[in-house]
């Protein structure tokens, strides 16, 4: 038996006999839904400079500047499904098997997978709110409306354009009480995979090791090695969609 099937078992036995299991996910997730990785080349991120959020709050060109960058994103959001990745885990929630999912990931396709109780530590694209009145606001009308008259959509409540995806911009903090959540989610699990996350932007990063303190087995399942492969009790660097339906046959065949 190939080392790597040899390691998807012992994943497949922690999975079967945890207790409370947590998946963590990042960019690489997404991926295989065709969302591209921001950060990596070719990314958003590479061809556009951040708009930062104090930028986007003082100045309407700013603003501008940000709506062109996320109708450009957005296009790659609305064609993207889930991908059997997340079908796997979506299952494994329907099934009891997993406490919960903490994402680093905006796109929402875990929740159209049909997940839960799911943790986004960066926002969603999901929805636009207006920052001056909370008003929440469907993104496709307004994104359709910004590409008809390239302009800044204002907030039918109040009049505001300082109307932004409802996600973590550079620059803003993390939403407190979802971080609090993701933080007792690590510390009350005795199983954390930890899946297409290079495991480098932090709070976020710091889940893994928050729960291996607490005692939990780390699972890292990530094409590229990570800043905390060391510390991990099991590493499978392959497609994810394959690993994961992996786990999961195997699962199946230890629970018969
Ligand atoms: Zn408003």
């Known amino acids: 038996m190939a080392i790597q099937d040899y390691t998807i078992e012992r994943v497949a036995q922690w999975l079967a006999s945890a207790r409370s299991a947590v998946v963590f996910t990042g960019a690489g997730m997404s991926t295989e839904s065709g969302i591209p990785d921001f950060r990596s080349p070719g ?7 951040p ?3 104090d930028e986007f709050l003082r100045s309407a060109d700013a603003r501008f500047e940000y709506w062109r960058q ?15 990745g997340h079908q796997t885990i979506a299952r494994w929630e329907r099934e009891g098997r997993i406490a ?17 109780c799911v943790h986004e530590l960066h926002g969603t694209v999901r929805w636009i709110v207006c920052v001056d009145c909370q008003a929440k606001y469907e ?17 039918e409540e109040c009049g505001s354009d300082r109307m932004k995806s409802a996600t973590v911009s ?9 971080l609090e959540a993701s933080l007792e989610l690590a510390r009350q699990c005795d199983l954390l995979l930890a899946i297409g996350s290079s495991l480098v932007v932090y709070p976020a990063a710091g889940l893994p090791e928050v729960a291996r303190r607490a ?7 990530n094409r590229d090695p990570t800043d905390q492969d060391e510390l991990a009790d099991a590493v499978i660097a392959e497609p994810i969609g394959q690993v994961l339906t992996g786990i999961d046959a195997s699962m199946r065949q230890l629970l018969r």
């Open 43 to 49: 990314g958003v991120w590479s061809q556009n400079k």
């Open 51 to 53: 708009v930062y959020y």
């Open 70 to 84: 996320k109708a450009l994103a957005a296009a790659d959001f609305e064609r993207a499904e889930p991908n059997v």
């Open 100 to 116: 919960g999912v903490i994402t680093q990931n905006i796109d929402g396709l875990h929740q159209r997978a049909g997940n839960r």
């Open 139 to 155: 993104p496709l009308p307004l994104l359709a409306w910004y590409r008809e008259h390239q302009q800044v959509p204002a907030c």
């Open 170 to 178: 550079f620059g803003q903090s993390l939403p407190a009480e979802t």
């Open 215 to 221: 005692g939990a087995k780390l699972v890292i399942i």
